[in-house]
């Protein structure tokens, strides 16, 4: 599995690395790592489909490849009112991407998730002082501390401009914070 992230696939020159980036980013969607809203998660598996196999032929055709190469998380799976809508929902989608070119349906892809607030973030258990259980957040822009239910909004950020010191010893992580300067 590939482990980077960057801001924007147009930083890319290589189209393999585009690739890589593309699938490791469908495999994160589909584990659940990268949290998305439920017609998010159909169009992405709709832009899956079409740069997989190309145009919509018809419903078994389309059942089959979902079988082979599941586009959907567990999570949104269980959030739906059924698997039949799910189906539904993504064949609206995919239909209307006849003609796309599979580089295209990538791009597209891709663009989608960049927009998202959980990508490019690695997420670690972590506990402060006084015991409270949360997430941390590691991503280019800096340091975000999260509910550990709910991984899209931070209740707190730190910019790596704003932080001083960071120090990891013994499963203990610590950061300092600089003063405002005034």
């Known amino acids: 599995m590939v482990k980077f992230f960057v801001e924007s696939i147009t930083h890319l020159k290589d189209t393999v690395t585009v690739e890589l980036l593309y699938l490791q980013a469908r495999s994160l969607v ?5 949290q998305i809203e439920q017609e998010t998660a159909f ?14 032929i018809d419903k078994e055709t389309m059942d089959e490849h ?18 039949l809508y799910c189906e539904e929902r993504i064949i609206d989608y995919y239909k209307n991407l006849k003609g796309l070119l599979r580089g295209n349906a990538i791009v597209n892809y891709m663009t989608i998730i960049e927009s998202l607030s959980t990508y490019g973030i690695h997420y670690y258990d972590v506990t402060d002082k006084s ?11 800096g340091l975000g501390q999260y ?20 120090l990891f010893r013994d499963k203990k992580f610590s950061a ?3 003063e405002a300067r005034r």
Request: aromatic share 8%; charged share 25%.
């Open 147 to 166: 509910r550990t239910t709910d991984k899209r909004i931070p209740e707190r950020v730190f910019l790596w401009k704003d932080l001083g010191n960071l």
């Open 176 to 178: 300092e914070v600089l």
């Open 131 to 141: 015991g409270g259980a949360y997430l941390l957040g590691i991503s280019c822009k």
């Open 30 to 34: 589909v584990k659940g790592v990268i």
């Open 66 to 83: 979902l079988k082979k190469d599941p586009a959907l998380s567990a999570k949104i799976m269980k959030e739906s009112a059924s698997p």
């Open 43 to 56: 169009e992405l598996a709709a832009y899956g489909l079409q740069a997989a196999y190309g145009d919509f």
